[in-house]
């Protein structure tokens, strides 16, 4: 296709996530928020608005809410593999500096916890998925065993649990646990804590993803990590601090689908469809726990 034409991108859905992605898309360049019929790519922000995806022939990129839905069942997962062109997966959470700068100086963590706690738009299935999703990219592998509880309603679906928390094992030589609330208000909101260790070195994330602060790390490790972050010392940590928000990530979501139509390929380092059904697949089983109060053994396909 042409570089110099913007590139027309339609949202499926019309609700409030659907507006999120809409918004995004009006930030990203050379992008046009386009209808069905004309789009050369779709956000897939609702699962029950989307056209058959192996119809529409063109890359898709996928809101997480959707993916819990749409791959519920063998069949549905193998559909959704079996898509003719490139899919991806909106994981925001990921393109935050602060993660990406964990990720470099601490890539085989020990132990992982996230207390995280989101408002507005996001159901808690949504929530629980981008967070587990973070603590499986920052452990670098997937979990074998989940075990999760889950806590009261909202006000607004008191039926529905507001909470979820429990524990990721990863095998003999590391765990995770984590905390996902999701509360009701106007507004999209995050409060992350995530801490990761391999047992000499910490890395806590905190701030919504806002700031890192380094614990046990000489000064070569750092300085070999991202030497575009500026660090200060307080008291025995090296802090950085970002302006991010996770309407950034989106954005840089939408940016990667657009260098899929121009490029014919997803960008290697996009989350890809095939790991983000694994990740519903764990989130549907953490759920699956909370209910029945067992643990699960975790043989994701």
Do not use: C
């Not at 299935?125 to 075990?147: C, E, K, Q, W």
């Amino acid at each position: 296709m042409a570089m110099d034409r913007p590139v027309r991108v339609a949202v499926v859905g019309e609700g409030p996530v659907a507006r999120r992605y809409a918004s995004a898309v009006a930030t990203v360049a050379d992008v046009q928020l386009v209808e069905l019929a004309k789009a050369q790519a779709l956000v897939v922000a609702e699962s029950a608005a989307l056209p058959e995806p192996a119809a529409t022939g063109l890359p898709l990129l996928f809101d997480p809410d959707a993916l819990v839905s749409l791959g519920a069942t063998p069949e549905s997962r193998a559909a959704l593999r079996a898509l003719p062109m490139p899919a991806l997966a909106a994981l925001p959470w990921r393109s935050a500096p602060v993660v990406r700068l964990a990720r470099r100086l601490l890539a085989a963590p020990k132990f992982v916890h996230a207390h995280i706690t989101t408002q507005g738009v996001d159901s808690l299935p949504a929530a629980g998925f981008h967070t587990l999703d973070i603590l499986t990219h920052l452990m670098g592998r997937s979990p074998n065993r989940v075990y999760a509880e889950s806590g009261p309603g909202t006000s607004s679906d008191p039926a529905a649990p507001s909470t979820v928390a429990g524990t990721l094992e990863f095998g003999p030589h590391g765990s995770a646990a984590f905390a996902v609330s999701r509360l009701d208000g106007p507004a999209d909101s995050l409060s992350a804590v995530v801490q990761l260790t391999d047992g000499r070195r910490t890395a806590m994330l905190s701030g919504g993803f806002t700031t890192a602060a380094l614990a046990g790390f000489n000064d070569a490790e750092i300085a070999t990590a991202d030497t575009a972050h500026a660090f200060r010392a307080v008291g025995n940590s090296q802090v950085v601090t970002v302006d991010w928000r996770p309407a950034d990530g989106v954005a840089d979501s939408v940016r990667d689908l657009v260098q899929t139509v121009r490029t014919g390929q997803a960008p290697p380092e996009a989350p890809n469809l095939s790991g983000a059904l694994r990740t519903a697949a764990l989130v549907r089983a953490a759920l699956a726990t909370a209910g029945s109060g067992r643990p699960r053994q975790l043989v994701v396909r």
